[in-house]
C-alpha cells in the first residue's frame, strides 16, 4: 500500500493563504497521477485538483480556478497545494490521492488515499 500523509492544514481568515503538502512513502511516486479532493460532513467527495505523473498537466475544478495551485516534487516524494485567496466555502476536510492511471479527475480512478487535513477558514 501507498501511504500518503498531509500536513499543513489549520485556520487561515478569509482572503489568506495556506500550502498544503503531501509526504508519499512509495519510492515510485513520479510513476502516480496525484490528486487533492475536499470533502464536508454530508457531502460527497470532489476533486479539487488533478496533476499528471510527470507534472506539467493539471486539472482545477472551476471553484478553486485562479486560487489553488497543484504542484509536486517527485525527488522528493511530496505533492502541494498551493491555497491564496482563501474563502470561508474552501473550508473541508482536503485529501491527497494517488492514481495509477497516471492522471485524472475521476476520484473512482484513485487507488491510495491520505487521512485527510482539515482547512478552515473564517470571515
Known amino acids: 500500500q501507498v501511504q500518503l500523509v498531509e500536513s499543513g492544514g489549520g485556520l487561515v481568515q478569509a482572503g489568506g493563504s495556506l500550502r498544503l503538502s503531501c509526504a508519499a512513502s512509495?519510492?515510485?511516486?513520479?510513476?502516480?497521477?496525484m490528486g487533492w479532493f475536499r470533502q464536508a460532513p454530508g457531502k460527497e467527495r470532489d476533486i479539487v485538483a488533478a496533476?499528471?505523473?510527470?507534472?506539467?498537466?493539471?486539472y482545477y475544478a472551476d471553484s478553486v480556478q485562479g486560487r489553488l495551485t497543484i504542484s509536486r516534487d517527485n525527488a522528493k516524494n511530496t505533492l502541494y497545494l498551493q491555497m491564496d485567496s482563501l474563502k470561508a466555502e474552501d473550508t473541508d476536510v482536503y485529501y491527497c490521492?494517488?492514481?495509477?492511471?497516471?492522471?485524472?479527475?475521476?476520484?473512482?480512478?484513485?487507488?491510495?488515499w491520505g487521512q485527510g487535513t482539515q482547512v478552515t477558514v473564517s470571515s
Open positions: 512509495e519510492r515510485t511516486f513520479s510513476n502516480y497521477g
Open positions: 490521492a494517488a492514481t495509477s492511471t497516471y492522471y485524472s479527475s475521476n476520484l473512482r480512478d484513485y487507488d491510495y
Open positions: 496533476i499528471r505523473w510527470r507534472g506539467g498537466s493539471t
